[in-house]
């Protein structure tokens, strides 16, 4: 991270990254480098920057140890928790051991695994701008390294008003000089189109493209993660993907709970920021790119910002945002958004959005992709719904009477929770009279594979120790994602528009369904079901 570090070729330097593509190097060499990070003369020194909060100790710490109870990370590996807190090693310990669980097939010696992987955690107190804390900080992470070729991973499980302070003091006292050295940023990435350049900006003052891994949970899920698999190695799906088959693509998410107490934070980004500009852009990206050359990260990536580049910027009157208010049911009241203490009572900041996006390339030409998600709602679920268009003639629309959109092929992909993939078709029920029905052929996760499936942050945390770059956001793709929302996120809050509110529990504002209406489309959750085995 130290520039006169970061440009010395040395053993295990990853392949270089300029202007988005990867610099010359040939498949032996890279296998090499591969190597090279998972032999006995190197080591992994892992930094938990942020180690006190709960997104290292829910998240993080649990993933770490998934992956070392897999036998996932490399043999000699060391993990740092580094905080302002003042913790004995022990303390720490102590900590992470109540979220560590044996929930990945609860084999006898999993508490013989917890306690080898908590003597590989240390601790070390500092302030995060603080050159002289990195300093010692660095002294202890070669005490554990010894003489071995040292690879250093840092996760910045900070705020982002902060992630500056740590690179800076990281990059001058802490860079790994003869091994591989990455830093895994947490969202929020910036506030808009400007803020995100700024940050970008002060990383790549200490940093060079390759050692910044961007995190989006959501990309590391199974079934996103299967998106791609589903499309491009599926013949029955790969022709249909086109505006002469699709009639639209739904992107849903929801929560069924409100801010509970964190409102303070969430007021300052809002539902577009946390949720649609991030996760749910990130899905469609991958959906609707085009088949990329290679399965290499770069090769995907470009695929994805080409999309991102081909779509127009969201307009006010394709937007609807809501609020959510409180409601009483079954002789419980559920607070409204600004009855939250560290909400301003007059606070406009959306916490439902619905909006209404297009791709402008031949593909995608005139198809809606319409996004939605909300807190408070009335279901927890994030899905991918995919309409066909009817059939042309269909000789048996008269069974479904005026509502031709029963007999709409759908296929639905259910990210969480209670992962599936479901395709519905109309079916003839047995009998001797003609009556149709809509029947599932499904794939439910739970019941076909008996292997849990793993959490998002293993995923991304194996990937970032490989060096592998695929699912994590590169800056030119940052940046276009932020110049589709800036202008709106802008106009919203210049003019204070206010939202429409909703009472928590409900499915969200009634402008959601005019907004889907308007393009002849009807949000396929409305009646859905939870798919069990």
């Not at 990455?182 to 990383?203: M, N, Q």
């Not at 989006?216 to 022709?239: A, I, Q, T």
């Not at 499936?453 to 793709?477: H, N, Q, T, V, W």
Request: charged share 25%; with cysteine.
């Amino acid at each position: 991270m130290d520039p006169n570090v970061k440009n010395a070729v040395t053993p295990t330097s990853p392949p270089k990254v300029e202007n988005g593509s990867p610099s010359e190097i040939t498949l032996d060499e890279f296998e090499d480098l591969s190597d090279l990070s998972k032999n006995d003369d190197s080591t992994v020194s892992i930094t938990v920057v942020g180690a006190s909060g709960d997104l290292a100790k829910k998240k993080i710490f649990p993933a770490l140890f998934a992956l070392y109870y897999e036998d996932c990370l490399p043999k000699h590996f060391t993990i740092f928790g580094y905080a302002r807190s003042k913790m004995t090693d022990a303390e720490l310990r102590n900590m992470v051991s109540k979220t560590l669980t044996c929930r990945i097939d609860k084999r006898e010696n999993c508490n013989e695994k917890m306690d080898e992987f908590l003597k590989r955690c240390f601790y070390h107190s500092g302030q995060y701008d603080s050159e002289e804390h990195f300093i010692d900080l660095d002294k202890k992470l070669k005490q554990h390294e010894g003489s071995r070729v040292s690879n250093r991973l840092f996760y910045l499980s900070i705020p982002p008003n902060i992630f500056l302070d740590v690179v800076k003091c990281a990059s001058k006292s802490t860079s790994s000089v003869n091994g591989w050295t990455r830093v895994i940023v947490e969202k929020p990435f910036g506030r808009d189109s400007e803020s995100s350049a700024a940050l970008t900006r002060g990383l790549k003052q200490y940093l060079v493209e390759d050692q910044i891994f961007r995190i989006d949970h959501y990309l590391g899920k199974e079934l996103v993660e299967n998106l791609s698999v589903l499309r491009f190695s599926n013949l029955v799906f790969e022709p249909l993907w086109s505006r002469q088959y699709i009639r639209n693509v739904q992107l849903i998410f929801s929560e069924d709970f409100g801010t509970e107490g964190r409102g303070g934070y969430f007021d300052s980004y809002g539902i577009i920021r946390d949720i649609m500009q991030n996760h749910l852009l990130q899905i469609l990206a991958l959906f609707a790119m085009e088949t990329p050359i290679s399965l290499e990260a770069e090769d995907i990536r470009n695929e994805k910002v080409k999309v991102l580049r081909s779509m127009k910027p969201l307009q006010l009157e394709d937007v609807v945002i809501g609020q959510y208010k409180s409601h009483t049911k079954g002789g419980t009241t559920y607070p409204g958004y600004t009855d939250d203490k560290t909400v301003p009572k007059d606070s406009v900041t959306p916490t439902f959005a619905a909006a209404a996006l297009f791709i402008n390339n031949a593909r995608w030409d005139g198809v809606p992709f319409l996004m939605k998600a909300g807190k408070a709602l009335h279901t927890k679920r994030a899905e991918i719904r995919v309409q066909f268009h009817h059939v042309p003639g269909n000789l048996y629309k008269g069974s479904f009477g005026t509502d031709l959109d029963r007999a709409t092929n759908e296929l639905v992909i259910h990210v969480q929770p209670d992962e599936a993939i479901y395709l519905k078709i109309n079916n003839k029920i047995p009998g001797l009279g003609m009556r149709l029905d809509r029947s599932n052929l499904k794939l439910h996760y739970a019941a076909r594979y008996s292997k849990e499936i793993p959490d998002a942050y293993e995923r991304l945390l194996l990937d970032a120790i490989e060096g592998e770059r695929r699912l994590f956001i590169r800056s030119d793709e940052l940046d276009a994602a932020w110049s589709l929302f800036t202008p709106l996120l802008k106009e919203l809050e210049e003019k204070r528009i206010a939202p429409e509110l909703y009472p928590y529990g409900s499915r969200g504002p009634v402008g959601a369904h005019y907004l889907a209406a308007k393009y002849n489309v009807r949000w396929g959750d409305l009646n859905a079901e939870h798919y069990k085995a």
